[in-house]
Every structure is written in structure tokens, then in C-alpha cells.
């Protein structure tokens, strides 16, 4: 992608968060599209790309009544929706479409018009992993976590404060699905879930959806929204087996998808304003920090610890409250991704004072994949 | 003589991993390496290449069954088919490099009792008169 070429102008969530048990993950897709093509001024017609994951794209097209000349179901979790706004920046650069949506829904709580969990037998994880006595992403995600606090020295209660800090930042955003404060006591007293990891340390399970729709720099300037650039991008994967990471302290395709995402940016840390880290679980934010480089190895309990990533910290990390407290469907990447604009834009509830550059990281299944999009309001 | 009890998910072999459970049944850890001799990685889950080096040179052995404690995390909410008390989902790293996931038997289920580190052996567990799952207890226990 080349850098600034492609903008973000429309944004939007659906308009309930939470529990919607009225509508399917289809509707929630909808309502979503519906809310960003409102946000720009567009209609679905106007549409000429498709991105989604949790449904097909030709499901979406159809549904919504678009005539696409460039799809892309791209479907690695989580963090699909930063690839897919790689992906659409790449097809807009080429001349595969003009106007790219990209949407999210998910009945993640209600479980409406939601396809079954899990995999066949047959496959590897299947074989591998399944037997053990797996509880979801709680009893695995979670697995290199004592690996990583026996190399670096990291303590239980370093990895409660990201859970506080979070909550912070949630009380400030009204659409937050928890608001009150919780002290580091508050974490390690909450419900064991799967030791080291108690419920306060684990993401919400909630409905909702998400949408952007992207068109180039050129045609961004006769939109009526604040373009939001795209300075830079990066996406890997590494395995669909959390027990076959390379090293399970840290994650390749964060890695390689943040390197590569601020190399093509052509910025350093310090100019950085703002930072989404995808927080299924209260690690992430700290294998984040450290993986893209923002802090050392071995440093991201202590400096979350120290109220670096806090309100009135020197760096701002998930002002929205994250998935520990803001919500979290299943594929939460897409509201990291609208927290940016928002920051972006200068809309957020909690907005960071002059913020021109933010960083949204993302992951997909269980550091299966990576996907970071660099953001500006700079043309 | 398979364990009636578990009610959990119950691997389906497939051509290339059919070894590694014909030799769990067995009472063996069954495991691959390249055959290039400047490559010479050691292979798991199974496959019919070297994912190293690309070549279609394997050739399977019996590892040691040895290893070390890498991680675990210890399931406060197990699954259904697997009993009510909290248990450890582990990682162990072979004495021949790969990792697995499996359960650590003939151990308190505590953070006191599972070290990191600490030395484990393979002891299987059947679970169907084909499936023998590998589990790891500790060394010399």
C-alpha cells in the first residue's frame, strides 16, 4: 500500500452494544454497513468492494444489495478486519474497486444466527489439542503466560494492572459495558478462571457489529467526515496450534505484522500518540507493547504497572476500555479499529488532546494472526 | 484396556499422523525427522515434508518420551466428559525440541506441584481400544 493514499471516511458501530438478542449476526452486519454508509453520505449501491469475515462476502453483498467488482473473505480471526483494510487500500491502489466496505457482527451473547464452535477431529488440532480438556480461548490462549512470567520476572499483580488501567479508560466511554472502578485486589480476588487468569483478566462476551468503508485520498476530500489515513499496514499468521508457537513468550506475526506495518509508515515509536492493542486477555496489551517495540523485553508489566498506558499517561493504549471492559463479541478487532477513527477524528470519549498518529493492533485466534494498521489525521 | 470414563473429543487419524497414533497405541511417542543431512529438524505434529527445509524426505522414529514442564494453565471450568476438579493443561518441551499439549498425571493439580521445568516422562492414556492419548508425568515418580 502506498502510504496516506487511502483514507477511512466512513465509520460506525451498531447502534446497540451489548446484549441485542433482537437481532442475527447478518443484521448486525447490516446494521452496521447501514450506520457507516449514513456516516459518509453513501448508499449500499454506491458500494463496489466487499470485506468480511464471520460471514461470506457474497453473503454480505447480496443481503445489502451490492454489485461488488472486488471481494475479499479473508477469515483469520479477530483481527480479519485490519487485513481486510490492508487488503482494500491494495485493491484501491490497483483499481479493483473505488468504494470498500468492510463489516462486522457478531452475536457473540445471544448466540442469534451464530454458527457451531469447533473444529473436525481429523485436523491437526483436532488430534492434538482438543483431547486435553479445553475450555475455549480462556483455558489456552492463556497457556505461555507462566513461561512468560518465569523468564521475565513479571508478577500476578503487574498482569491484574492491565485489567485496572482498562477500566479507567471504559469509565470515561459511556457505551462501555463496564464502568466501575476495580483495583488490583479487585482482579486477583475475581473467580478463578484458568490459573494464572481470573474472570476480571478475561475479555466480555457481547453482540454487536462494526463497518468502515475506505475510498482513496482523491475522493476522500468530498466526504463530509474527517478523512483517516492509512499510514501504514502490516498482517502475518504463524499456526493454528497455540501449543506449536515458535516460543510462546512471544508472537511472530506480531512481529511481522507490526514491523512491517511502521517501516511502511516510515515513523518511530515516538511519534505515536495513541495505541489499540486487541485485549481478548490481559496479556495481550503487554506480548503487544513488547512485540511491536514500543517497550523492551520483558518491560510491559511494570511500565502498564507505572500508569504509562493509563489516563494522563504519556502513551494512551485501548481508550475505549478494550475487551476486558468496552465489549467484545468474539472478533473484536473491527472496535479497535473504530476506537483509531475515533481518536482520529477527534470524536472519542475519552479523546487523546492533538492526536495525529495511532497504531491498531490486532490478533486472530489464539496468536494465530496478526493484522496492525497505522492511522493519521495528516494528510 | 480403553478408559470408559472419557467423554472428551476423540482424535480421527489422518494418512501422515496414523504412525504417531498406531505407536501411542503401542506405548510409544512417535515422532519425525528430515532426512537432508544438512537439515536434520525434528518433526511434529506429523507430515509428509520437512515444513524446515521443504523436503519430502521423513522418516519416522520413537522419541525418548522425555521432556520438561514448558507451561500450563490449570482449567477451573472443565469441560463437560472431564470431571469437576480443576486440571492442568500443560505444555511440554521434548528432549528432541517440539512442544505438545497435554494433561500432567500422577501430580497435584496446584502451582505448587507443577514447576516449571521440572523433568516429565510420557505414559498413555487409552481412551478407545485405537487411541492411546499421550499425557506426561513426573520423571522418576
Given at each position: 500500500?502506498?502510504?496516506?493514499?487511502?483514507?477511512?471516511?466512513?465509520?460506525?458501530?451498531?447502534?446497540?452494544?451489548?446484549?441485542?438478542?433482537?437481532?442475527?449476526?447478518?443484521?448486525?452486519?447490516?446494521?452496521?454497513?447501514?450506520?457507516?454508509?449514513?456516516?459518509?453520505?453513501?448508499?449500499?449501491?454506491?458500494?463496489?468492494?466487499?470485506?468480511?469475515?464471520?460471514?461470506?462476502?457474497?453473503?454480505?453483498?447480496?443481503?445489502?444489495?451490492?454489485?461488488?467488482?472486488?471481494?475479499?473473505?479473508?477469515?483469520?480471526?479477530?483481527?480479519?478486519?485490519?487485513?481486510?483494510?490492508?487488503?482494500?487500500?491494495?485493491?484501491?491502489?490497483?483499481?479493483?474497486?473505488?468504494?470498500?466496505?468492510?463489516?462486522?457482527?457478531?452475536?457473540?451473547?445471544?448466540?442469534?444466527?451464530?454458527?457451531?464452535?469447533?473444529?473436525?477431529?481429523?485436523?491437526?488440532?483436532?488430534?492434538?489439542?482438543?483431547?486435553?480438556?479445553?475450555?475455549?480461548?480462556?483455558?489456552?490462549?492463556?497457556?505461555?503466560?507462566?513461561?512468560?512470567?518465569?523468564?521475565?520476572?513479571?508478577?500476578?499483580?503487574?498482569?491484574?494492572?492491565?485489567?485496572?488501567?482498562?477500566?479507567?479508560?471504559?469509565?470515561?466511554?459511556?457505551?462501555?459495558?463496564?464502568?466501575?472502578?476495580?483495583?488490583?485486589?479487585?482482579?486477583?480476588?475475581?473467580?478463578?478462571?484458568?490459573?494464572?487468569?481470573?474472570?476480571?483478566?478475561?475479555?466480555?462476551?457481547?453482540?454487536?457489529?462494526?463497518?468502515?468503508?475506505?475510498?482513496?485520498?482523491?475522493?476522500?476530500?468530498?466526504?463530509?467526515?474527517?478523512?483517516?489515513?492509512?499510514?501504514?499496514?502490516?498482517?502475518?499468521?504463524?499456526?493454528?496450534?497455540?501449543?506449536?508457537?515458535?516460543?510462546?513468550?512471544?508472537?511472530?506475526?506480531?512481529?511481522?505484522?507490526?514491523?512491517?506495518?511502521?517501516?511502511?509508515?516510515?515513523?518511530?515509536?515516538?511519534?505515536?500518540?495513541?495505541?489499540?492493542?486487541?485485549?481478548?486477555?490481559?496479556?495481550?496489551?503487554?506480548?503487544?507493547?513488547?512485540?511491536?517495540?514500543?517497550?523492551?523485553?520483558?518491560?510491559?508489566?511494570?511500565?502498564?504497572?507505572?500508569?504509562?498506558?493509563?489516563?494522563?499517561?504519556?502513551?494512551?493504549?485501548?481508550?475505549?476500555?478494550?475487551?476486558?471492559?468496552?465489549?467484545?463479541?468474539?472478533?473484536?478487532?473491527?472496535?479497535?479499529?473504530?476506537?483509531?477513527?475515533?481518536?482520529?477524528?477527534?470524536?472519542?470519549?475519552?479523546?487523546?488532546?492533538?492526536?495525529?498518529?495511532?497504531?491498531?493492533?490486532?490478533?486472530?485466534?489464539?496468536?494465530?494472526?496478526?493484522?496492525?494498521?497505522?492511522?493519521?489525521?495528516?494528510? | 484396556?480403553?478408559?470408559?470414563?472419557?467423554?472428551?473429543?476423540?482424535?480421527?487419524?489422518?494418512?501422515?499422523t496414523?504412525d504417531f497414533?498406531?505407536g501411542?497405541?503401542?506405548?510409544e511417542l512417535r515422532l519425525q525427522r528430515c532426512?537432508?543431512?544438512?537439515?536434520?529438524d525434528v518433526i511434529f505434529p506429523a507430515r509428509?515434508?520437512?515444513?524446515?527445509?521443504?523436503?519430502?524426505?521423513v522418516t519416522n522414529f520413537t522419541a525418548s518420551g522425555?521432556g520438561?514442564?514448558?507451561?500450563?494453565?490449570?482449567?477451573?471450568?472443565?469441560?463437560?466428559?472431564?470431571?469437576?476438579?480443576?486440571?492442568?493443561?500443560?505444555?511440554?518441551?521434548l528432549d528432541e525440541g517440539p512442544r505438545m499439549?497435554?494433561?500432567?498425571?500422577?501430580?497435584?493439580?496446584?502451582?505448587?506441584?507443577?514447576?516449571?521445568?521440572?523433568?516429565?516422562?510420557v505414559?498413555?492414556?487409552?481412551?478407545?481400544?485405537?487411541?492411546?492419548?499421550p499425557?506426561?508425568?513426573?520423571?522418576?515418580?
Amino acid at each position: 500500500m502506498e502510504s496516506r493514499s487511502v483514507a477511512i471516511v466512513g465509520a460506525a458501530e451498531t447502534t446497540e452494544l451489548g446484549r441485542v438478542p433482537g437481532l442475527s449476526k447478518i443484521q448486525l452486519h447490516a446494521d452496521a454497513a447501514l450506520n457507516a454508509l449514513e456516516d459518509c453520505g453513501l448508499k449500499p449501491s454506491d458500494v463496489d468492494g466487499v470485506a468480511t469475515a464471520g460471514e461470506a462476502p457474497a453473503g454480505i453483498a447480496h443481503y445489502l444489495g451490492i454489485t461488488p467488482t472486488w471481494v475479499d473473505g479473508t477469515a483469520v480471526g479477530g483481527c480479519s478486519f485490519m487485513l481486510h483494510v490492508r487488503h482494500a487500500a491494495a485493491a484501491i491502489n490497483a483499481g479493483l474497486c473505488e468504494v470498500a466496505l468492510v463489516t462486522h457482527g457478531e452475536s457473540g451473547r445471544s448466540r442469534v444466527g451464530m454458527d457451531r464452535f469447533g473444529g473436525s477431529p481429523a485436523s491437526l488440532a483436532g488430534q492434538y489439542e482438543a483431547p486435553y480438556g479445553l475450555s475455549g480461548p480462556p483455558s489456552m490462549f492463556t497457556l505461555g503466560v507462566l513461561r512468560y512470567m518465569k523468564e521475565t520476572g513479571m508478577t500476578h499483580e503487574q498482569l491484574a494492572s492491565v485489567s485496572v488501567v482498562q477500566r479507567e479508560w471504559a469509565a470515561l466511554n459511556p457505551r462501555s459495558t463496564f464502568k466501575d472502578p476495580i483495583t488490583v485486589d479487585d482482579v486477583l480476588n475475581s473467580r478463578m478462571i484458568a490459573y494464572p487468569f481470573r474472570l476480571l483478566q478475561c475479555c466480555l462476551v457481547t453482540d454487536g457489529g462494526g463497518a468502515l468503508i475506505l475510498v482513496s485520498k482523491e475522493r476522500a476530500r468530498d466526504f463530509p467526515t474527517k478523512p483517516v489515513y492509512l499510514l501504514g499496514t502490516g498482517e502475518s499468521v504463524e499456526t493454528p496450534m497455540i501449543s506449536q508457537m515458535e516460543d510462546m513468550t512471544t508472537s511472530r506475526a506480531f512481529r511481522v505484522a507490526g514491523s512491517t506495518a511502521f517501516a511502511e509508515a516510515g515513523i518511530t515509536h515516538d511519534d505515536v500518540d495513541h495505541v489499540m492493542i486487541y485485549d481478548a486477555f490481559a496479556h495481550l496489551p503487554i506480548y503487544g507493547l513488547e512485540d511491536l517495540g514500543f517497550v523492551g523485553r520483558g518491560e510491559a508489566g511494570a511500565f502498564i504497572e507505572a500508569r504509562n498506558t493509563a489516563p494522563g499517561g504519556p502513551l494512551p493504549v485501548n481508550t475505549n476500555g478494550g475487551g476486558l471492559s468496552y465489549m467484545h463479541s468474539g472478533m473484536y478487532g473491527m472496535y479497535a479499529l473504530q476506537e483509531s477513527v475515533r481518536q482520529m477524528r477527534g470524536t472519542a470519549p475519552a479523546q487523546v488532546p492533538d492526536a495525529k498518529i495511532s497504531v491498531c493492533h490486532g490478533v486472530g485466534g489464539m496468536f494465530m494472526a496478526s493484522g496492525t494498521i497505522i492511522m493519521t489525521n495528516q494528510e | 484396556m480403553a478408559d470408559d470414563d472419557y467423554k472428551g473429543p476423540v482424535p480421527v487419524p489422518t494418512p501422515e499422523t496414523q504412525d504417531f497414533w498406531d505407536g501411542a497405541k503401542r506405548g510409544e511417542l512417535r515422532l519425525q525427522r528430515c532426512g537432508e543431512d544438512d537439515c536434520d529438524d525434528v518433526i511434529f505434529p506429523a507430515r509428509s515434508f520437512c515444513p524446515g527445509c521443504g523436503s519430502r524426505s521423513v522418516t519416522n522414529f520413537t522419541a525418548s518420551g522425555k521432556g520438561k514442564l514448558y507451561s500450563y494453565v490449570i482449567n477451573h471450568r472443565p469441560p463437560p466428559g472431564f470431571g469437576p476438579e480443576p486440571h492442568a493443561i500443560a505444555i511440554v518441551e521434548l528432549d528432541e525440541g517440539p512442544r505438545m499439549m497435554t494433561n500432567i498425571i500422577d501430580c497435584e493439580q496446584t502451582p505448587e506441584a507443577l514447576v516449571l521445568d521440572m523433568p516429565v516422562e510420557v505414559a498413555f492414556t487409552p481412551i478407545t481400544d485405537e487411541i492411546s492419548l499421550p499425557k506426561f508425568r513426573p520423571a522418576g515418580g
